[in-house]
């Protein structure tokens, strides 16, 4: 009978079809006056608080320029393109994301995208992992980053930062329509799990499902013989989200985080499991009135076990929970 069993046929959802064309519009964010020991690609603020960089298709700084935020538990490194990883407990044999350690390409395993329904083009929040014609302005400061960006009309203002003790990381996106038109988008958030210290090793054991009380996608990994019972959760506050665990899926045959086959799809298949190329991707889907600015917060960390994931995730839903978060950060760095 095990012989004879039929595959699980994997689900087919269907490509986006574009309503409207889209019109590429190259747009220059300038950086601030008077930056501080400008050297080309960065410079100070005129208050010394944020280092400030200018990164594009022909500004590109000469290695990955990279800030820490921490607390003394949990933490992420994140670049001036947006790459980075993310770990729990212990840098190296606790990572939640991979780390590549590739100073040339400066590769990471999460990415944000923003993407127009209605043209059916996309982009990240970041410079990288899409690659686009416009300007990206990066603000590392005393515990966040801050990313800003305009594309097709769209500002985008990503914000990233960790809490002050919990072991739980915001991305928070601000999106306003500047093009003079109602939009539709969507905001999709993308991890690749490691719960271990190497991803080839790790993925195999890697279970993730969706918490019956929470919502949020759970991952866990069995036989990480130090932490065992650890499991991450990669969460949102959306409403109307699709979700997906399966890498495969996201990225596509012969595919990369610069152009995934998900992100030509018009949803997320809800695939999760055993058995999966590991990941948790979120979208989230939301109209925009011309001049109209919106929200969409990512969270990605970690609990002891299922019942402490479940409280942190629901301690910290809702902007009211991530802006006091952000306040001690900033309070915390200017004592």
């Known amino acids: ?123 990240s929040t970041s410079f990288l992992p899409t690659v686009s014609d416009s300007t990206y302005i990066t603000r590392h400061g005393f515990g966040y980053s801050v990313f800003e960006h305009i594309e097709a009309g769209i500002f985008s203002e990503m914000l990233v930062y960790t809490d002050l003790e919990a072991a739980v990381k915001f991305t928070v996106i601000k999106i306003r329509n500047n093009s003079g038109r109602p939009r539709k988008l969507s905001a999709t958030g993308y991890t690749e799990w490691v719960l271990g210290d190497n991803r080839m090793k790790t993925a195999m054991h890697i279970h993730t499902e969706v918490d019956p009380d929470s919502g949020a996608l759970f991952a866990k990994n069995q036989y990480n013989t130090e932490f065992a019972g650890r499991v991450a959760f990669f969460d949102t506050d959306g409403i109307k989200k699709t979700l997906t665990a399966d890498r495969a899926e996201f990225i596509g045959r012969n595919g990369s985080l610069k152009n995934p086959d998900a992100m030509s799809r018009i949803k997320l298949s809800g695939r999760v499991g055993l058995a999966l190329d590991p990941c948790a991707a979120i979208q989230v889907s939301l109209n925009l009135a011309d001049g109209e600015e919106k929200v969409i917060i990512f969270r990605l960390g970690a609990g002891k076990d299922s019942v402490d994931a479940c409280n942190i995730v629901q301690q910290f839903r809702g902007t009211a929970a991530a802006h006091e978060s952000f306040e001690k950060v900033k309070k915390y760095w200017k004592h």
């Open 1 to 123: 009978d095990f012989v004879k069993r039929q595959p699980v046929p994997k689900p087919v959802i269907p490509y986006i079809i574009p309503v409207l064309k889209y019109s590429p519009l190259v747009t220059v964010i300038p950086l601030p006056e008077n930056l501080v020991y400008f050297n080309g690609s960065g410079g100070f603020s005129a208050d010394g608080s944020e280092y400030i960089i200018r990164v594009d298709n022909t500004n590109r700084t000469p290695a990955p320029w990279v800030n820490v935020l921490a607390n003394p538990g949990f933490g992420t490194i994140i670049s001036e393109s947006g790459s980075g990883y993310t770990w729990t407990e212990n840098a190296h044999e606790l990572r939640l994301t991979p780390w590549n350690n590739d100073a040339v390409s400066d590769r990471g395993g999460e990415a944000f995208y923003l993407r127009d329904e209605e043209s059916g083009h996309f982009w």
